[in-house]
């Protein structure tokens, strides 16, 4: 479903350019465009991945390859879940296709922090070392250059992208690389401080409600400070399923969404981050991670590997140890074993066979079948979805790309509920962290297909990008910015319509 919104674009850049008296029809028409009659149910929408949904529903895991996977392609899905699984281990060592981890990282395998395919565990009050919320470093978006320049004069240009000393990414583990050269293990960098502050809330009915605002702070840091520059950026660990489909959208079909000036007036932009493709080179659409910082699924998974496992890949040949950290250094300059003579590296810590065959099984993942879609109570809820506006952002459905080269994820109709886009969500949701094109207070709208499950497949519910809403209700209401007409009108529902509201997310 192309969105209205983008043909209302080209009718409105032309009535502006004729005649401004319009303006105010203008603004009735789009603004009516928000409050959307729901479109008429269609059966495809109890199979939300197409032929990618996976067979009969499975309440444990998101992990089951979707139904259109057979033959070769099964066991190379399996055999790539057995190394997004297995912990990584040092190297040296005697198991070759499985060492390599660190220096420095976060954890041992894919799956410690993606649960079951999905997100958790989290990480506890007070100080912790933790596994699934990772503490990405950002150039901060307010900060004062005018400032910064009488203090240390430089200029914002000379500034680095990543901080000097802890680069990207807190990694709170080191790792000893056994060598008779190496005494020490670098130090892991960082620990968390986590606390939480409430804020009160009243629906227009009377009924309270709570949200926890949480704060972040580093303790225990083992390289000096951070660049005045740099801020923190908390991701808790995303649902992975259904990421192949998401690649295979066509991207003609995501920018036809693009309305970035906001010229229908709806309130609503959509900004698309543009993104380096390292395979390509090139500046394409981002579309994975929280500020849709890479553009292809390999490229996600490349960087989770360095980044959180420190496995070195063609993608990202080089390990994340700064300058300062030179323990690091010298664990990967005796770790790294094929140089030719022109200094360029042959292998990686990770194959490119292996590394295709992870992606393979990200890629094929398939998306659980929708539940009970077609009770009264939950199409009354479909309604409120598409009354309140919530399909502005969360656009319901595309068919992927005819020509996308994997067959299986190649035209098919799903129903991921994301425009893939940036909007800006407020001041309450904001990391005020660059990353791209993407500013401190936006964020990609993430697909809500599947997000139902979480409770049976990880035990706990954890929304938005930092894992802080502990239910669905909680993630609506802390919609803000762009979003916060639409939030403004959930809370102006009755206790029973936000309840069929929230059934009909369980159920998508
Ligand atoms: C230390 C925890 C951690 C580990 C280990 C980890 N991930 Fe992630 N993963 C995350 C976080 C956090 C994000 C969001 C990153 C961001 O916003 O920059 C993410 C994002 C993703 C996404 C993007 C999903 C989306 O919709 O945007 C995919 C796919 C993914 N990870 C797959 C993997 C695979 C495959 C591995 C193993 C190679 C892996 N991850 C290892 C924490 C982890
Ligand atoms: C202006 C665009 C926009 C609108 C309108 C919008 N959302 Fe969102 N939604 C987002 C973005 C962006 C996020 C991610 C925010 C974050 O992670 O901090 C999000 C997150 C969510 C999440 C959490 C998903 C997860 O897995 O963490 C849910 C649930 C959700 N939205 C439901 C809704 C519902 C229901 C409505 C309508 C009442 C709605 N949204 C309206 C953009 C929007």
Known sequence: ????????????????????????????????????????????????????????????????????????????????????????????????????????????????????????????????????????????????????????????????????????????RGLLFRHPK????????????????????RYADGTLYQLSKPKYQLTKMAYGDLADHIGLTPRFAPNIFGAGLLDAIHVDDLLAQEDIDDNNRDGISAKYNRVLNIATGTLDIGRFS????????AQQIAAAFRNDIGITSRLFPTESCTEQQIICQQTARLGESSIDNNHHQTSFEISDKLFSLVVSFNQLLGVPPARNLTTEKVLKGREHFYQLGCQQCHTPSYRTDKNYPVEVLADQLIWPYSDLALHDMGEMLADNVKEDDANGQEWRTPPLWGIGLQKSTTKQQRFLHDGRANSISEAILWHGGEAEQVQKKFTQLTSNQRQELIKFLQAI
């Open 182 to 201: 190496l005494e020490h293990a670098p130090k892991g960098e960082a620990l968390l401080k986590l606390s939480y502050q409430t804020i009160d809330g």
């Open 1 to 172: 479903m192309i969105k209205i919104k983008s043909i209302f674009n080209q009718i409105i850049t032309t009535i502006k350019e004729s005649t401004k008296s319009l303006s105010l029809l203008i603004v009735v028409l789009a603004s009516g465009c928000s409050e959307n009659k729901a479109p008429a149910f269609q059966q495809s929408e109890l199979s939300p991945g197409g032929t990618m949904t996976v067979k009969r529903l499975q309440k444990q895991s998101y992990i089951h390859p979707g139904a259109a996977v057979t033959g070769m392609q099964k066991m190379n899905f399996w055999t790539g879940f057995s190394f997004f699984r297995d912990p990584w281990i040092a190297s040296p060592s005697s198991t070759k296709s499985r060492d390599g981890l660190g220096p420095l990282f976060n954890t041992r395998s894919c799956i410690s922090c993606h649960d079951a395919g999905s997100r958790g565990p989290m990480a506890e009050v007070g100080e912790s070392m933790p596994t699934s919320l990772v503490i990405k470093l950002g150039v901060r978006d307010k900060f004062d250059d005018s400032n910064h320049q009488t203090k240390k004069s430089k200029s914002i240009d000379k500034l680095t992208l990543v901080d000097p000393n802890y680069g990207d990414q807190i990694q709170p």
């Open 290 to 297: 929280f500020k849709a910082k890479h553009p292809t699924l």
